[in-house]
């Protein structure tokens, strides 16, 4: 068979593709910055979507902690659980554990309860308090984190960084501002709140308090728990904004 001639349209396509071929062996520097600016985009934005995830998770889980307690204060007063009292001395007080007095067992007059504090910081770890109320004044006596009512491990602790935002107390024809600190404590065999705080509106006055609004975290992407008076009961929510 005789060879085919040089200029055979077929080995001239053929030529005109390995040629082609040659020329594209590699990427140009400027399609190289232009996928790694690509890349650098796609991963700043999915970094950015991981930590505020992140967040949130942190946010729900402190505020899952602070929920459960409360919770654990309207139970031990709903089914009447008792503590240890201290029976020396003028004023009742939580039994000390190094045996300074002589204790006995009853079930608090005012039930149990929490004590919130604002805490906007995020400078050192945000705290909260047990307690029970022994003499039925719906507030922790003394200085909070020392005081006789004070239950044992009361000193409640968020993680680092998580702070507690607001204190919303709502009430019937009164906007009121904001707590700086909170009560709500629970009767005994009813569960049935009392809340108490600090705003201008109604110091110290519970009578016309529907509920109060606890924000872990900000107010851009906190979560809430909501506590409501009397056997309105205990709940959580997040923030659509």
């Known amino acids: 068979m005789a060879d085919q001639p040089q200029d055979d349209p077929i080995i001239c396509r053929a030529d005109e593709i390995r040629r082609a ?27 950015a979507a991981l930590r505020g995830r992140t967040k949130t998770v942190v946010y729900r889980r402190n505020r899952d902690l602070v929920l459960a307690d409360v919770r654990a204060m309207q139970q031990s007063s709903l089914v009447g659980k008792t503590v240890a009292v201290c029976t020396t001395g003028r004023s009742k007080k939580i039994c000390p554990t190094d045996g300074s007095c002589v204790c006995a067992d009853e079930v608090p007059q005012g ?18 308090y047990l307690f029970a109320d022994l003499d039925a004044d719906g507030n922790i006596d003394y200085r909070y984190a020392s005081s006789n009512e004070l239950l044992p491990g009361g000193i ?9 935002t607001r204190l919303d107390p709502t009430y019937q024809g009164c906007s009121g501002s904001g707590d700086s600190f909170f009560t709500a404590t629970f009767q005994p065999y ?34 809430q728990v909501i506590i409501q008076r009397g056997s309105g009961g205990v709940q959580e929510e997040t923030p659509s904004s």
């Open 21 to 47: 071929s040659s020329r594209r062996q590699g990427f140009t520097l400027v399609e190289v910055w232009v996928g790694l600016l690509i890349v650098a985009a796609i991963t700043g934005v999915s970094l």
């Open 156 to 164: 409640k602790t968020l993680e680092p960084g998580v702070t507690v």
């Open 111 to 128: 039930g149990y309860g929490v004590f919130l504090v604002l805490c906007t910081t995020g400078s050192s770890p945000c705290s909260y």
């Open 190 to 223: 009813t569960g049935s709140a009392t809340l108490k705080g600090n705003s201008t509106c109604s110091d110290y006055q519970s009578a016309a308090r529907l509920r109060e609004t606890v924000q872990v975290g900000p107010s851009s992407s906190g979560v």
